[in-house]
């Protein structure tokens, strides 16, 4: 629904620049405008001012500006043939007719010097991901680093000043097997400090798909860098483990953690990725050791992902929203895989009718784990892939995976 009122408004913007054209230059020309009217339809709002009627319709789906004289059917007082459409010189009439699609121009013009002057959102250059076990962390990069230049060491160019993702993308997608030296500024994640230091990394040469055309192109890349962050969903890897004893649900999706009871310490985690979860998970076992998480409850505050059922898929799901209480004593487990659990974005929702993922033999629940005998590291690892097989003549495919634990 937000999209069809952001279609509506902007529309509106066109059609009222775009008559404003025609009903100012007309003006301008001195020809009489009768009416100047944005939508079509039913009249929703309408006043007289001057010698115009200005109106409001209620289909947003165009307008019009109706001057005297414009109708050659029309009849018009002798004593207002000054200020006719049809008796003005061809010039005139020429610019009153263009002026729609001018104003339209202009404003298109003037948006794009406003969003260059002001400036407007883009990601900035900062590993999201790094996959472990990956060149990229064999190099010495982290999820979370943030690049502020980068220097090629075969050349005498100037460090170059990395401003938003799009500049790294390009800066590296150019230089495949060149040595590079990275400036990075890396946050400790316990203390909150922020240090600068430096990577050498040669960009390996990988295929990326145009999402648009669907071509793969080859280009530089630091191998095991990724865009997105995994989202902090978990399962239980077992039905008798610590995680269900304790109520946490399965398939659930952390969004904040709240440390109750704890006076001066209060605390809380507001979970984005799974990296957060992690080491947020982390700071409340150090919590529970210490002495410190004596009387101290965690809360947990998250949503319920509902898997599609196989009995009644037409049925719809309902996401809950869930809050769990932990207790933080000395049998706090240590990490997610100490509680039973598996965080991963390959866990599999849903399964189409039909689909070779049926034919397979997927279901929803299931966790994906290699792929033609590779171990998946992510979700767009597996989904690049599979692309390239694609691509191959008679490629075969070969999935394995995890069903209750």
Known sequence: MEYFFGFVILLGVLVFI????????????GVRVDTFSIGMGKKLFRFVKGETEYVLSLIPLGGYVKLLGQDPREEVPEELNHRSFRLKPLWQRAAIVLAG????AILAVGVF???YLVGVPSPGPVLERVLPGSPAEISGFKSGDLILNIKELASDAAPKRILDLSDLEKFVGKRSGRELVFEIERKNPSTGEISKQSVTHSPSEGNERDSTVGVISKRGVIEG????APAPVVVWNSKTGWAPANQIPNFYWIEKIEILNSGSNQKEFKIDSLFEFERAWTDLYQLS??????GLTARFSGTTVQLESSSDSKKPQENKQIQVDLALNQNFPNGLKAAGLISSELVLVAVSPGTPAEKLGLVSGDIIQTLNGESVKSFQWFKNRLQELASQPESTVKVGWIRDG
């Open 18 to 29: 775009h008559e404003l054209g025609h009903f100012s230059v007309a003006k301008a020309c």
């Open 101 to 104: 699609p001018a104003f339209n």
């Open 113 to 115: 010097v406003g969003l």
């Open 225 to 228: 860098v990724e865009r997105n």
């Open 289 to 294: 050791q210490n002495g410190q998480g004596s």
